[in-house]
């Protein structure tokens, strides 16, 4: 009976000690794995429900791939490639101004007045069938201001040696004016009605007409020198001249 007694105690005693030592060594254990692994990292956070792995100590994180259909774009490390750029013409930035339109040219400044005269003027003569045996001188201005046809016209056919005298009745109120474009008139009577009344008779091939200045009593710038028919005229002593005139009725009514 003493002797089991003393086996239990003995077996009981060496429990106590192994329980002992295997409580000393996990305590050593613990201690020592705490300290090595040191403070525990954050959780990592999840996407989608799935964990994301822990960054290893000094290597950088490498973002986990996003989950096919979450509209979460996967960095690659690269720049992404630039789009393509247009290759037609630029669009207009801007609105272009409207352009001015161009001033009118200003009219030409108008010649002053002036004598009319040969070289501003054009004349032509034409035989007139009523009054029988006269001559119509049609002066014309050519300028590009207003001209003058002071008194009368004075006459040279061929080679005479004197003008014609001027019909005194037929005078105008006013002095002729032309503007450029407008014309002037004279009639010149040629001979006398009845064949053989006047005397000193010849048939002209050529005439001369000249122009009176303001004074009437000299002749200015340059004649004129209308054709005549090609069979000549008859003129003799009865020879004689209008003042000009501002219409055509006036001059041939004399």
Known sequence: MSVRNSRIRLV???????????????????????????????????????AAPAATAGTAAIPAPAPAGTGTAVPTGKAPAAAPQPTGPKPATGTTAPK???????????????????????????????????????VTNTGSGV?????????????????????????PQAVVTLKPGESGYASVKLSSAEAGSALNGITATSLTVYFHGRSGNESVGAGAHPSLPAKGVHVDDSLQVTYWQQSMDDAVSW
């Open 147 to 171: 001209c003058y046809l002071y008194g009368y016209p004075a006459v040279r056919f061929d080679e005479a040696q004197s003008v014609p005298p001027v019909i005194t009745d037929s005078k």
């Open 100 to 138: 001015s339109p161009a001033a009118p040219a200003a009219p030409a400044a108008a010649a002053d007045p002036s004598t009319c005269e040969g070289s501003n003027t054009r004349t032509a003569a034409a035989l007139l069938n009523r009054p029988a045996n006269h001559l119509l001188l049609t």
């Open 12 to 50: 009981t005693a060496a429990a106590s000690v192994a329980l002992a030592a295997f409580s000393m060594t996990a305590c050593g254990s613990s201690g020592n794995t705490k300290a090595a692994a040191g403070p525990s990292p954050a959780p990592a956070a999840t996407t989608g429900g799935t």
